[in-house]
């Protein structure tokens, strides 16, 4: 059998305490979702389909329905309020606290219908995400939502009357109601063969559960690639020239596995809490003759679940290594870079030898020519007639005058030079010891050291 879905659609305007930023929240579509009673001589399996009608309804009208709309648990029928949610927009905005997703007088309406909790505000505003089951007052609740870190979110919370289940389903575009319900079977029992039936709501968080399985399961094979890749390149050393990509790389994987690895426990979460449902489902609802239709679903959602349970188990090993796989290759980067900046200290190392030599080389040539050289341009100064005749002096009287120049001057240079070293070594010595702090000494510095 296949059912159609209604659905009434609306723009709303996110509420809050920060009324101005969230203003600045794009609208999101509100819609109520109906899923509609299939015969009540039907029984066995129902099939969803793919169209979905929607109509259009404002948050008034939604409140007005909630509130008028009070025989809805006796006619047997799924009831959902659907809001489309877009992440990206709440971690572009600064907020006190996550708002709530839509306003606060249908919220309230929403809790006097009994479709949420107001501890439901609390799984909301957490973002590391969550789920939960509870039966109380002949009242079955189911709530989860995935972690919000900017990856594929849904928030769900139904609850289960004797008649008739209501809930509220919030998602970004990964989980579109649509996609995920085609042509999936449910069960259409009768219930305790009173003349109403009652459709299988637990069948939405199984969806959700196996969609997130395989989102899980797709985002680490590709990080699984992504890893390989890099140890391809650095064992073989083709990323040697290119380190501070790899690096860079390394920690995007890094933080993609803190990604899958929270998104991994919150499987985990939700298949522990969804078979804890069946079991309480069936010890509420099995008939004392054994023959209520609705506690026999229980065990094939149940090995639905268990399926993808183990499928999600099997991702754990991988991603308890990748944390070592990703060390191991940080590693290998830090040696690489580590080798190339002793090849580089040893290249410079042998350009200086090099240099050294050749400074080595000139002042060598320099003390063998500079005595001759001075000597040569001392005796070529017109002070000295080497030409001179007989009984005339060979140099002239005013030689002292070069000597009184020369000596004062030269020890004025050497005492310049000696005073500009003396200052460059102090500048030199004050910005080392500003870089690298001297060790505490004082005792009473000591036992502050201590304490903290």
């Known amino acids: 059998m296949d059912l159609s879905l209604k659905t009434r659609t609306t723009d709303t305007v996110q509420p809050?305490?920060?009324?101005?930023?969230?203003?600045?929240?794009?609208?999101?579509?509100?819609?109520?979702?109906?899923?509609?009673?299939?015969?009540?001589?039907?029984?066995?399996?129902?099939?969803?389909?793919?169209?979905?009608?929607?109509n259009p309804l404002d948050e008034d009208g939604v409140i007005r329905w909630l509130q008028g709309n009070r025989d809805w648990n006796a006619s047997g029928k799924i009831q959902l309020l659907v809001q489309e949610w877009d992440t990206a927009s709440i971690h572009d905005q600064s907020f006190s606290e996550t708002p709530l997703p839509f306003s606060r007088p249908v919220f309230d309406a929403l809790i006097t219908s009994h479709w949420l909790t107001a501890e439901w505000a609390s799984l909301w505003r957490n973002d590391a995400g969550g789920c939960g089951t509870s039966f109380q007052g002949g009242?079955?609740?189911?709530?989860?939502?995935?972690?919000?870190?900017?990856?594929?979110?849904?928030?769900?919370?139904?609850?289960?009357?004797?008649?008739?289940?209501?809930?509220?389903?919030?998602?970004?575009?990964?989980?579109?109601?649509?996609?995920?319900?085609?042509?999936?079977?449910y069960y259409v029992p009768h219930f305790f063969n009173d003349g109403y039936t009652k459709m299988d709501f637990a069948l939405l968080p199984i969806v959700v559960f196996e969609w997130h399985v395989a989102h899980?399961?797709?985002?680490?094979?590709?990080?699984?690639?992504?890893?390989?890749?890099i140890e391809t390149e650095v064992g073989s050393g083709q990323g040697s020239a290119?380190?501070?990509?790899?690096?860079?790389?390394?920690?995007?994987?890094?933080?993609?596995?803190?990604?899958?690895?929270?998104?991994?426990?919150?499987?985990?979460?939700?298949?522990?809490?969804?078979?804890?449902?069946?079991?309480?489902?069936?010890?509420?609802?099995?008939?004392?003759?054994?023959?209520?239709?609705?506690?026999?679903?229980a065990p094939s959602s149940r090995q639905r679940v268990q399926f993808h349970l183990q499928l999600s188990e099997a991702l754990g090993y991988d991603i308890k290594v990748l944390p070592r796989r990703i060390e191991l290759q940080q590693t290998a980067i830090r040696n690489l870079v580590d080798v190339a900046i002793a090849n580089s200290t040893r290249q410079i190392a042998m350009e200086t030898?090099?240099?050294?030599?050749?400074?080595?080389?000139v002042a060598i040539l320099t003390l063998i020519f500079l005595p001759g050289t001075y000597v040569a341009a001392l005796f070529s100064m017109s002070m000295f007639n080497w030409q001179a005749s007989s009984g005339e002096p060979v140099y002239s009287r005013y030689l002292w005058v070069y000597f009184l120049i020369t000596i004062p001057l030269t020890i004025l240079v050497v005492?310049?030079?000696?005073?500009?070293?003396?200052?460059?070594?102090?500048?030199?010595?004050?910005?080392?010891?500003?870089?690298?702090?001297?060790?505490?000494?004082?005792?009473e510095l000591l036992d502050k050291t201590k304490v903290q």
């Not at 972690?147 to 970004?172: E, K, M, R, W, Y």
């Not at 030898?353 to 080389?361: A, H, I, L, N």
């Not at 005492?415 to 060790?439: I, M």
Request: with cysteine; glycine share 6%; proline share 6%.
């Open 415 to 443: 005492a310049v030079w000696f005073w500009w070293f003396r200052l460059q070594d102090k500048s030199y010595k004050h910005d080392v010891e500003a870089r690298v702090p001297l060790p505490v000494t004082s005792p």
């Open 16 to 54: 809050g305490k920060d009324a101005e930023s969230e203003q600045k929240l794009s609208a999101r579509r509100l819609g109520y979702i109906e899923f509609p009673l299939p015969p009540v001589n039907t029984l066995g399996h129902a099939k969803f389909i793919e169209q979905i009608e929607q």
């Open 139 to 185: 009242v079955a609740r189911f709530s989860l939502q995935t972690p919000n870190d900017g990856g594929p979110f849904c928030s769900l919370s139904v609850a289960s009357f004797q008649h008739g289940t209501g809930g509220v389903f919030i998602a970004d575009h990964n989980f579109q109601l649509s996609p995920l319900l085609a042509h999936q079977e």
């Open 216 to 229: 899980t399961a797709k985002r680490l094979t590709e990080l699984k690639r992504r890893i390989s890749k």
């Open 353 to 361: 030898r090099r240099d050294s030599s050749s400074m080595k080389t």
């Open 242 to 297: 290119n380190l501070s990509h790899l690096s860079s790389d390394l920690n995007s994987c890094s933080s993609a596995h803190l990604f899958l690895d929270r998104r991994w426990h919150f499987e985990l979460t939700l298949a522990g809490d969804l078979l804890k449902y069946f079991d309480t489902f069936a010890q509420v609802h099995v008939h004392p003759v054994g023959t209520d239709p609705q506690a026999r679903y």
